[in-house]
């Protein structure tokens, strides 16, 4: 089989023959039908991001959506010809005070599809049974490949106490936070999102998802105005994006940190201690945000099916990755 690999080695990225993996008790094999590229997979392909000492290659790639072709001895809940997705976590250490409660996402010694083994960008993986969620028939291929970010999206919101007289800012027009904005406006909030002048595509696509103002964030001060902004999703990752959100919250506000970077930034702390903010961090996702997240890809597929720029074969990686680049998407998916 054909499979995206990153190269310890030389750091570099290329398209690999590899044998079709081997099931073992517990495991099935998947033939991947659509995968997304994702911020961390850019990272990936792009040489920026370094694997674990053990691990000399891995397959890139943990949105997708498949179906089963094969099934380990032990493997009693899934069956040949579903078609499901799955969560990136393969593993946690099962002892950790987070495994206990059920938050992995937690765990220190978790393992992920695409970074610590083979992910998604190949015509076939082995994942965990546990790590498997049926998908119904009414989401298509497209909109399946799309359900692990939009559990990231639901995740972050549920963090927030949001009310219908609640007014929220999102920074980042990215796929999480186009998705956090689609999480979000099933409160019935009045929504504002914010991006880049790169990001006017973006911006159209969450006026079109229901988004009540957008603008680029060098305009904040003459397009807030009178907005009360009770709460924010930093979904940017950005430092000038984070101190943005915290100068525009109001006293007593929300403010849920999605978006991530691998260094360091400078926030404005004395306004999180004078505004007595709230502040909490959301990384990735758990299993009720998976079970929640699949409910409402089923309600609202039309709208995320907006977020879709183009659908690359496996072997235009290249392509589709700098039509990323150049400000497409903010979704790309390849199939193999």
């Excluded at 915290?246 to 260094?263: F, R």
Aim: net charge negative.
């Amino acid at each position: 089989m054909k499979g995206i690999v990153l190269r310890k080695n030389d750091n570099q990225v290329v398209v690999e023959t590899l044998p079709i993996p081997q099931v073992g008790d517990e495991q099935v094999l998947v033939k991947v039908i659509c995968t997304g590229i994702c911020g961390t997979d850019i990272k990936l392909l792009k040489g920026q991001y370094h694997l674990r000492e053990n691990i000399e290659k891995v397959v890139v790639g943990h949105e997708f959506v498949g179906m089963v072709v094969e099934l380990g001895a032990s493997v009693d809940n899934i069956k040949k010809g579903d078609r499901i997705t799955a969560q990136p976590t393969i593993r946690s250490c099962g002892t950790c005070q987070y495994c206990h409660t059920g938050q992995f996402n937690l765990c220190k010694d978790r393992t992920r599809i695409g970074f610590d083994a083979d992910g998604s960008f190949a015509e076939y993986i082995v994942l965990h049974k546990d790590q498997i969620y049926h998908l119904p028939d009414q989401i298509s291929d497209e909109a399946a490949a799309m359900i692990e970010p939009l559990t990231v999206a639901v995740r972050a919101v549920y963090k927030a106490e949001i009310k219908p007289t609640d007014t929220v800012l999102i920074t980042g027009p990215g796929t999480i936070g186009l998705l956090t904005l689609l999480v979000a406006k099933q409160h019935g909030c009045r929504t504002l999102v914010c991006g880049t002048k790169m990001d006017e595509k973006k911006l159209k696509i969450a006026s079109a998802l229901g988004a009540d103002k957008v603008f680029m964030n060098d305009q904040w001060k003459e397009e807030i105005g009178a907005e009360k902004i009770s709460i924010v999703f930093e979904c940017a990752g950005h430092e000038s994006a984070v101190n943005m959100g915290l100068e525009l919250i109001v006293p007593k506000g929300q403010y849920i940190q999605v978006g991530t970077k691998s260094s360091k930034i400078e926030v404005d702390f004395m306004t999180v201690a004078y505004k007595e903010l709230r502040i909490t961090g959301s990384i990735a996702a758990i299993r009720e945000d998976w079970i929640h997240a699949i409910e409402l890809m089923v309600q609202c597929e039309d709208k995320a099916q907006l977020l879709i720029d183009k659908i690359y074969p496996l072997d235009k990686w290249e392509t589709g990755l700098e039509s990323l680049l150049n400000n497409g998407g903010p979704k790309i998916l390849l199939q193999p």
